[in-house]
């Protein structure tokens, strides 16, 4: 699992044309393969990635006219030859979103570009549809050309904004479904991580959210959870995958408030120890905003699994979890209250 | 409990707080007899350390009489007479079981912070800021020890508080810069600072076999306790020190190098000027002249061992010295538990006696006024012990507030 990442950004290109693409599970033998979420999932049905790169190399095409030929052009769209210099720069402009969609992995923000673009052209032929013009004919078909590419640029940008989650794990792809992975290593063997992990009671212990998470059966159980803003989460999971001293994942069930699944594998390290590897899959209330906002003050899953995946490190080699809370201070300024309420430091 | 707290830049103030408590099985109290203001506390003094919050207890050599111990601790007992080493160390992690102590990944809180700034966490320390965990530290009247069970070291009531308190800090961190540059019988080691760090290299090196120790500086009183520990002196502002280095070893540069200097090094000349206003600027966080010249100074081939605190970005570092010759650059804070017994039992057997550093003793009350005399080298000072429970000096009993040991 080194080398290989199914984090987007990290990896090869995500492959836009193929959402059907293998569970991760392909990647190597150890891997528990996700479960789709319990509601309903949209899937493009078309081939997004390929519209995309046709309109890119549109955009590049009408760019390197505009750029060489800028009166030709200005005739043949009715939009007259008096503005050479205009028609170099939207030409330029086209040149920037055509390489951008075809060069850049993730393409949505390039394809919005061509939808500014589009609105501005659509400005400026329409002072050329005035009685005055000439060639207002010609200008009127260009208007509706151009309007007509405007709704396919924004359809291929919307489309390709709200799948930009992860496509490379099938099942899971929501419209606003985040995914991390991160690991930490320990001189602990696979087995005793597994049965500690294993053992529900324990998860409060090292999961500073989790209050409290309360077997339902052999394979459900009923979690409560303090959520960020006050108000306490509540869900039922379940464990979807269990291998004894290797593995475990899970989701929640229909209903939860913050749905989630993830995995934990416990991989034998060379020379000793465990590497603790952690999987999830996320949607945040209120999408990617609160997400982005959640990072920013730390409070993000990503950075609260990191720090659970620390304690659990630490409770299982020294039996305790280092803190300083409770400890003597002198008097703390606003910043320094700030700080601890945000538990930016662990001491108060 | 009084307790020597931090509240900004050049602002300590030794005030009342709340006594520690017992947090975690492995903890223990102490009621500490003794501390002492390190160089490395000068830097949090003077405002260079990030991560520092209004309302930090600071200070992390310190020793005492156990008080207290949770139930995890079993190699303890209430009125043990115990040293402790500056790292917090669970001593079962990765880096523990190596003894690489002051790497542990177990004791610092705050790690995703250090990780954020240098790639990677160290371990926790005690008062020394909040990205090493922000533990309170040890100028006060009393001190928590997590991980109590592994760091601190009982010695004997047979010796006094100034021999074995540097056990704390110094003399590892000296005797590690020195082990550290590997040296071969009739060495010649050049030691830039000679302050409590740079004296215990010096003296370190020479235990370790080395034949001729050059140290730098430019405090008269600082190259007389060097010369006392049996190095030679150079003072910077009277002679060329890369010249002189040169003529003394043939041309070759010293074999060792070792910079005790850190982050606030002075220096004269553009240089000088050019550090201090880039860092008064905010465009480097370190000014490391001493650096500089050891990279410069060091021998084709040979070491130079950093014991010295640099926080964060330096600048004009000769890099190029480094890979064209071949050197070997040494550093890390202190893996102190590694070296306590066998430091000990030089004490004992009297091959060292680390008092020889101690210029000045002061009621912990007069903490701030031995943070400013020790920066500023005042009254020829090079280490402030602090004691905790001594009451300062009325004004009509004594008219001066401190009190001479050497």
């Not at chain 1, 529900?200 to 409290?212: G, H, T």
């Not at chain 2, 007899?33 to 207890?57: E, K, Q, V, W």
């Not at chain 2, 100074?297 to 070491?303: F, I, K, M, S």
């Amino acid at each position: 699992m080194a080398t290989e990442s199914t984090e987007p950004g990290l990896g090869q290109r995500p492959q836009f044309r193929s959402q059907t693409t293998a569970p991760s599970e392909s990647l190597t033998g150890t891997r528990p393969s996700y479960r789709p979420y319990p509601r309903p999932i949209r899937m493009p049905s078309f081939d997004m990635r390929g519209l995309a790169d046709g309109l890119g190399w549109f955009s590049i095409a009408l760019g390197t006219a505009a750029l060489l030929t800028p009166r030709g052009l200005g005739t043949l769209s009715g939009a007259g030859r008096g503005h050479p210099g205009l028609t170099r720069g939207v030409g330029v402009r086209e040149l920037a979103a055509g390489m951008g969609i075809l060069a850049q992995r993730n393409p949505a923000p390039w394809l919005w570009s061509r939808v500014v673009g589009d609105v501005m052209d659509l400005a400026m032929l329409t002072t050329a549809l005035g009685s005055t013009n000439p060639r207002r004919g010609r200008a009127a078909v260009s208007f509706a050309a151009v309007a007509g590419i405007l709704a396919v640029d924004v359809f291929a940008a919307t489309q390709l904004t709200r799948h930009a989650g992860n496509p490379l794990i099938s099942g899971v792809v929501g419209p606003t479904d985040l995914y991390f992975e991160t690991s930490i290593a320990t001189t602990k063997s696979p087995e005793e991580c597994y049965r500690f992990w294993r053992n529900l009671d324990n998860l409060p212990r090292f999961m500073s959210n989790v209050e409290s998470v309360q077997a339902l059966d052999e394979r459900r159980s009923h979690w409560v959870a303090k959520g960020p803003a006050g108000p306490r989460l509540e869900w039922d999971a379940e464990i979807t995958e269990d291998r004894p001293g290797a593995a475990l994942a899970w989701r929640t069930l229909a209903d939860a408030q913050v749905s989630h699944a993830g995995s934990v594998i416990f991989e034998s390290a060379n020379g000793g120890g465990t590497i603790i590897r952690l999987s999830m899959h996320y949607s945040p209330p209120g999408g990617r905003v609160t997400a982005t906002l959640a990072q920013l003050l730390r409070q993000d899953p990503q950075a609260r699994v990191r720090e659970d995946l620390r304690r659990f490190k630490q409770l299982l080699e020294t039996g305790e979890i280092a803190t300083t809370h409770g400890q003597p201070t002198g008097r703390r300024s606003l910043i320094g209250r700030a700080v601890h309420r945000w538990r930016l430091t662990s001491s108060n | 409990m009084k307790a020597n707290v931090w509240y900004g830049k050049e602002q300590l103030r030794v005030e009342d707080v709340p006594d520690p408590r017992i947090l975690n099985p492995r903890d223990a109290i102490v009621r500490i007899t003794s501390t002492a203001i390190c160089g490395s506390d000068l830097h949090i003094y003077g405002g260079f350390i990030p991560g520092m919050l209004a309302g930090d207890i600071i200070g992390h050599e310190f020793m005492g009489e156990v008080v207290e111990v949770g139930s995890g601790v079993r190699n303890l007992k209430v009125g043990d007479r115990i040293v402790n080493p500056f790292p917090i160390s669970c001593g079962s992690c990765f880096f523990c079981q190596r003894k690489e102590f002051s790497l542990c990944e177990n004791s610092n809180p705050n790690a995703w912070a250090a990780e954020k700034l240098w790639g990677h966490s160290p371990a926790g320390l005690f008062g020394y800021s909040h990205l090493l965990g922000g533990y309170a530290g040890g100028q006060a009247q009393y001190a928590r020890i997590p991980f109590a069970d592994v760091g601190p070291i009982k010695v004997p009531q047979s010796l006094p508080d100034e021999q074995v308190l540097f056990l704390s800090d110094v003399f590892p961190t000296g005797y590690m810069a020195a082990e550290q540059c590997n040296l071969q019988p009739g060495d010649t080691v050049a030691v830039w600072g000679c302050g409590p760090v740079g004296l215990f290299s010096i003296k370190s090196a020479l235990l370790l076999g080395a034949g001729r120790v050059i140290a730098i500086d430019r405090f008269p009183e600082r190259l007389r306790k060097a010369t006392e520990a049996g190095a030679e002196g150079l003072n910077y502002e009277q002679v060329d020190v890369l010249e002189v280095l040169k003529d003394l070893t043939g041309g070759r540069g010293p074999d060792a190098c070792i910079d005790a200097v850190g982050l606030e090094g002075h220096s004269h000349g553009m240089f000088g000027v050019y550090d201090r206003m880039k860092q008064g600027l905010m465009l480097e966080t370190d000014r490391p002249p001493s650096l500089r010249q050891a990279l410069k100074a060091c021998r084709n081939g040979g070491t130079v061992s950093i014991p010295a605190v640099y926080g964060g970005f330096l600048d004009k570092v000769p890099f190029g010295s480094i890979v064209n010759r071949a050197l070997t650059l040494k550093s890390g804070q202190t893996h102190v538990q590694r070296y306590l017994g066998p430091l000990l039992q030089l004490i004992e057997e009297g091959k060292i006696d680390p008092s020889f550093i101690v210029t000045h003793t002061l009621p912990l009350e007069q903490a701030p006024e031995g943070y400013r005399m020790f920066r500023d080298k005042e009254d020829s000072c090079v280490k402030v012990v602090l004691k905790p429970w001594l009451e300062p000096p009325t004004l009509d009993a004594e008219p001066q507030p401190k009190t001479h040991l050497h």
